[in-house]
């Protein structure tokens, strides 16, 4: 290949790389913003008519290109920012400057100066390369060896085949120098998209759980405010509301085939009231509905009518089994009351006794009323399920 078609391969690397840094890969402190002026200067010096040949003019272009990239090595090193643009177009003035001095210097001066500013920016890239130890700033280092290399080949060589040669090897140090910025951009793209893509799955993550905790807190509010709306504050058991939904809801329930209810009051509690104390008489009742409901199953439900009155859900419970739980628990509340007190109970059996609240209830209360007539303290049933050996 002749030494003038690498020249316009050098002055078409030296055009893509400044498009690349000012377009694609903008860097205010990359020397090589300044390559559009060797673009610039190559293709004059290869279009016109000069004193000069075209290897002396790339030499005195690389020359006046080099002073530019210790120049803004320097600046670099020294966290200095200036227009790269402005000393681009300074150097291509000297440049054009310099075409009508070079003919009348040696072309050693040349040279040595060419070798000067070769080793001054390669010195400086390296230990830009140490200063930041970063793996792309290594690999131009280790490059721009191979471009001090060609340097070296152009400023010692006279003969046209190793003119070449050096002209050859600069091209590839700036090939070279494309491919190494221009995978460190992808791997860097690369890098943001990936960095982005798990901020954005964080930031989901986050959103969900803050989602999931709002709502298990809402959830826990809402539980808390139904709970509170249905449950007796002083006995904590269920309130009269409370109650009717948790029956009705047993009612529609088509797995369940049989429940029973008991409704009970404390016998003479207004006496309690009004021989000990209203402050006795809530005692009792908080004792009541806590042994009623430590005392059952976890299925079953108590509730607290109004006043002294009580009403235990018993589900999957027919009545004689009813009659048997209420007994027990009649004896219970007798002997362990404190101050001691007694409990009559009614029952009623759904659906033997009534398919609706209102008529369970009826059922239950005629239980109440037939067990108060009996001489209280005991358990009754007036519903219409046969009861063997009732209790009376």
Known sequence: MEIKAILILSAMLFSVSFFIHTFIIPNDQSYNRLDFMPALALLYALTQTLLISSVNAFRLIIATLFLGYVAMRFLSLKRINRPAVALGLVLTALFFGMIYVAPQLPISWLNTINILLGTAFLVLSILQQRQSGKKIDRELSEINIVGFIALLILSLSNGYYMLNVGAGVFCLHQLAELVIYTKHDKLERTSVSTRLAELENRFDRTVEFEAKKRTSVMADKIEHIREK?????????????????????????????IFSIAIFDIDHFKSINDTKGHIVGDECLKFLSYTFMVSNRKTDMLGRYGGDEFILIMPHINAPAALEICERMRGLIQSKSVPKFTISMGIGTYPYDGRAFTSLLEVADRGLYKAKEGGRNRVAYDGNVFIKNETK
């Not at 449950?231 to 529609?252: C, F, Q, V, Y």
């Open 229 to 257: 709306s249905q449950k007796d504050p002083m006995t904590k058991a269920l309130n009269r509301h409370g109650l009717t939904s948790e029956i009705n809801n047993l009612i529609r329930d088509p797995s369940i085939k």
